[in-house]
């Protein structure tokens, strides 16, 4: 699948992941693969007419952001990160991180083997981080977005929804994570991640029909609140997809051609600071 419009100028890429075994993994002994550097992205970034980028810190570093640091040191103003840290962190480092580019701290709480951050660290965190304007980046199950709807309508930060909220595939608007995500939007609270439609998916590539109905819905709902994101280099597939043909969904799921360009431009510009 290849995309049937033309790309707008600063079209950011809001979720992919950099990994660079120039930096030692969290775990001693994991082997660090390739293929995955900035400069291995930057050939799939032109090739889809992308000029922006939102790295979120891979799980692979843990809370050792420095990967993200030298990427968005290299991207020049055209890149923006979403941090993990451990919260005995101090002022002075998350300033640093601020400076560098960083505009939000993920919390990936979807599988408890990868967690490095609790559930109880993001109400602590969020206070602590909306001086800079920040948000929470939040990966979790439909059923943990359910479980934690009170902190997460209380927090005092803009609350942004990893890989289409993460609804079990055959999902639609009906279910009530939906619900509980629609009322953060309308509430102007919330953000969602038009990403990762093959972590939501029973049918499978390359149209992913029933995550692509989570999409649509989503489009429908709040235009104005959705970024893309590529979630390169899809680390959870033992088989990449077309980087081009996951664009090219974007089509399908926002066919109207101003709100696909504020998903890709005028929305990221606004939600991670871009100039």
Not at 168 to 188: C, M, N, T, V
């Given at each position: 699948m290849t995309t049937t419009w033309v790309m707008p100028a600063n079209a950011c890429d809001a979720h992919l992941h950099i990994i660079d075994s120039r930096f030692a993994p969290a775990q001693a002994g994991t082997v660090v693969p390739g293929g995955r550097s900035l400069?291995?992205?930057?050939?799939?970034?032109?090739?889809?007419?992308?000029?922006?980028?939102?790295?979120?810190?891979?799980?692979l570093y843990g809370t050792d952001n420095r990967c993200l640091l030298d990427a968005l040191a290299q991207l020049r103003g055209r890149g923006r990160g979403i941090a993990v840290v451990d919260p005995s962190i101090g002022d002075e480092q998350l300033q640093t991180l601020h400076e560098a580019g960083v505009r939000g701290?993920?919390?990936?709480l979807w599988k408890a083997a990868d967690q490095v951050a609790q559930v109880e660290?993001?109400?602590l965190m969020a206070a602590r981080i909306a001086q800079w304007g920040w948000h929470v980046q939040i990966h979790m199950a439909a059923e943990?977005?359910?479980?934690?709807?009170?902190?997460l309508a209380s927090l005092p930060v803009p609350v942004v929804f990893d890989h289409l909220g993460r609804l079990?595939?055959?999902?639609?608007?009906?279910?009530?994570?939906?619900?509980?995500?629609?009322?953060?939007?309308?509430?102007?609270?919330?953000?969602?991640?038009?990403?990762g439609a093959y972590?939501?998916?029973?049918?499978?590539?390359?149209?992913?029909p029933d995550a692509s109905a989570i999409a649509r819905a989503f489009a429908r709902l709040a235009p104005q609140r959705l970024v893309w994101g590529s979630d390169w280099p899809h680390v959870t597939e033992a088989h990449a997809p077309d980087d081009a043909g996951l664009l090219g969904l974007l089509e399908d799921w926002v066919p109207d051609a101003g709100q696909r360009a504020a998903v890709l431009v005028d929305n990221?510009?606004?939600?991670y600071g871009f100039n």
């Open positions: 400069a291995d992205y930057a050939r799939v970034q032109q090739a889809l007419g992308l000029q922006r980028a939102v790295i979120v810190q891979s799980k701290l993920r919390f990936s660290d993001i109400g943990q977005i359910l479980a934690q709807q009170g902190l079990p595939a055959g999902s639609d608007s009906s279910h009530p994570a939906f619900a509980f995500i629609a009322r953060l939007i309308e509430a102007d609270r919330a953000w969602v991640k038009l990403s972590l939501n998916t029973s049918v499978g590539g390359p149209d992913y990221p510009a606004r939600l």
